[in-house]
Nanobody, 127 residues
Framework: QVQLVESGGGLVQTGESLTLSCVPS????????MGWFRQAPGKEREFVAV????????NYADSVKGRFTISRNNAKNTVYLQMNSLKPEDTAVYYC????????????????????WGQGTQVTVSS
């Protein structure tokens, strides 16, 4: 059983940056495509970004393109989400998730394809 642990959330002001990290325990990140989702209060969980198992391919939600960057360091067994130019509408709980490696990132915008989920880390952006 793979457990995903997110870290790096916090309270920032508009325009600032945060980097989230995700570390799987009981498994290795290179065995999975890894994604980030977020859920704001009263809203459904939404796709943010995903990266292929080897890091060669990525996919982003339109709302974060050009501001967020997903990356991975398989040697450190860690996946990152670099978030720049943060906006109040980015406020949400951010979840890391793992999907089978054979999926191409463009097919991984749906949460239904992910096998494992972390507990989430809160990101709050004040105006």
């Amino acid at each position: 059983q793979v457990q995903l642990v997110e870290s790096g959330g916090g309270l920032v002001q508009t325009g600032e940056s945060l980097t989230l990290s995700c570390v799987p325990s009981g498994g290795t990140s290179r065995d999975y495509a890894m994604g980030w989702f977020r859920q704001a209060p009263g809203k459904e969980r939404e796709f943010v970004a995903v990266i292929s198992w080897n890091g060669d391919n990525t996919n982003y939600a339109d709302s974060v393109k050009g501001r967020f960057t997903i990356s991975r360091n398989n040697a450190k067994n860690t996946v990152y989400l670099q978030m720049n130019s943060l906006k109040p509408e980015d406020t949400a709980v951010y979840y890391c998730a793992a999907a089978p490696p054979f999926y191409f990132p463009s097919a991984l915008a749906s949460h239904l394809k992910y096998q494992y989920w972390g507990q989430g880390t809160q990101v709050t952006v004040s105006s």
